[in-house]
Structures are given as C-alpha cells and as structure tokens.
C-alpha cells in the first residue's frame, strides 16, 4: 500500500493546487493521499497557510474526495473511480503562548488527522524564535548564536522540551519530523551520542509512548540533501522500534515529484531494524500495513 500524510500545497509552501498532487499519486498508484498544509501563525510568514484562506483549502482537498466518507480506503471488489483515497489534515506549527491549540481546529470536525512539529523554537529569555528548518543554514547559526549566544545545550534542550510540551498539551495524531533539530547539525556543534542530547531524546519518547502518539518516518532531510540520515534518525528509530511505537512513513512534499521519494531505501532501513509494518489512519482509526 503506497502512501502519504505529510503533503503541503499552494495554500501554504507548497508548489501546487491539491489536485496536482493527485494527479501524480494516481500516477505512481497511491491508494491514499493526506494533505497537511501548515496551520496559521499569528504574525507575517511566507510559509503557513493564512486563517482567509482556510475555508478555500478545506473545500479544495474534499472535492478531491471520490468516496462519501474521506476516511474509506479501497476495498477488494469496489471501484472508487481513480482509487486514491483523500485525507484532509493540518501540520500543527506548534509555539507555546504563540499559535492556536490543536483544539480549536479538532472542535470543527472538518480535519481527518494533525501532525504536531517545532519548526520554530522559542526561547523564554529572547522575543525572536529560532528558525531551524527552510533551505539556508546561516539562519540556523545566525539564530542558534544571536537568541541563545550559541549555547546549543540550551537550544536543543528548548526544542526537545516544546515538542514535550506539544505532546501533552495539544495530543497531534503524528509526530513530526521528531529530530529536526539535527538537520543543519551535521556534528558541528554536538553529537548524537552524547550523553546529555540520548537523555532528551529519551524523555520525548517516553511521552509519545504514554500518549500513544505515531512518529512520522520522514525522508525530507535526506532528499533534499539537507540532513544526513531521516528524521528521526537510525538509533532513535532502533529505540521506537524497541518501545513498540508505531511508526508511519512520510515525505513531507512540497512537490508533487516529492511524493514517494526515498521511500524504498527507507522501508529497506525500517526493515533492518526489525519494523514489519507502517501505520495509516482509515475510517476506523488507525491500522497496520505490512511494510512491503
């Protein structure tokens, strides 16, 4: 079963209408595709899909929908005309005391599945936050040296600790991209093994555990050539495995070419580490597809 949740359009960064996306799944023989633009953030932003336009974004993913219920997948005997099932989502841009709680788009009944990410990460001694993602890695150090006067103990901590607080808080379906905060790392200025950063990674994945959340496989990082392994990365997942923590594989496109990159040489990693299968949500609520 061939699949993604993590797919972002026009209506936030993404490079395309929603139905542009569909066309290439049909293409590739996705049996279902999740969009999850990013949800609005209270101050400028090139990025975030804007609150006036959240009506047109929720009206344009669900006339994609072939199927009375957007949660159906296909069925052995039943022709859904294309086949491609259609889920509509938000990637939740979680700031604390910032953006809007997932609660006040769960209320509304129009949204299938969230995923909870930190992209943004706020410091409470500094009033800018720390971009660590987009496609310029002097934003990373410029932020990481100018709000934390390159203290990347502290930095990293801030992170891990908002994403505790999103679990807690705001309970998203999917965890997104659990390791960002390593993307711009590449070791120059700490290491995965050290002491310190395992016992963070840790602490979050005891929350996840306890909250029952999925943790999002996403291959990004590795074919933008951004990061050097996947978020989250081999021995995190090693640990997830271990835990029992379902797991589900996204690309996180922004293309409609994006939608299954890297997507076999990532089942080919999960399947060395002993994962058997991939969680997808349905009608039902979640359920286990093989990994092959």
Known sequence: MLFNLHT??????????????????????????????????????????????????INAVRKLSPSPSPFSLPQEGRDWGWGCQILLGLEIDYIPGIT????????????????????????????????????????????????????IHHAVSSYYHQINQMILTQKPDIIGHLDKVK???????????????????????DLISENQCVVEVNTRGIYKKRADSLFPGPEILRKINAMKIPITLCSDAHRPNELSLYFEEAKSLLAEIGFKSLSVITHEGWREVSLF
């Not at 949204?111 to 934003?139: A, T």
């Not at 993307?183 to 994945?205: H, K």
């Open 8 to 57: 972002h359009t026009h209506f936030s960064d993404g490079s395309s209408a929603p139905e542009e996306y569909l066309k290439e799944a049909i293409r590739q023989g996705f049996s279902l595709l999740g969009f999850s633009d990013h949800s609005p953030v209270p101050f400028e932003n090139s990025f975030a899909l804007s609150e006036e336009r959240m009506e047109e974004y």
């Open 100 to 151: 809007a709680p997932i609660e006040t788009y769960r209320k509304t009944n129009h949204f299938d599945y969230f995923i909870g990410s930190v992209h943004l990460v706020k410091n409470e001694d500094h009033p800018d936050l720390w971009f660590i993602d987009g496609p310029d890695i002097s934003i990373y150090d410029s932020g990481l040296r100018d709000f934390f006067h390159g203290d």
């Open 183 to 205: 993307m711009y790392n590449r070791n120059r200025y700490f290491r995965e093994d050290e002491s310190w950063y395992v016992q963070l990674v840790d602490e979050t994945l």
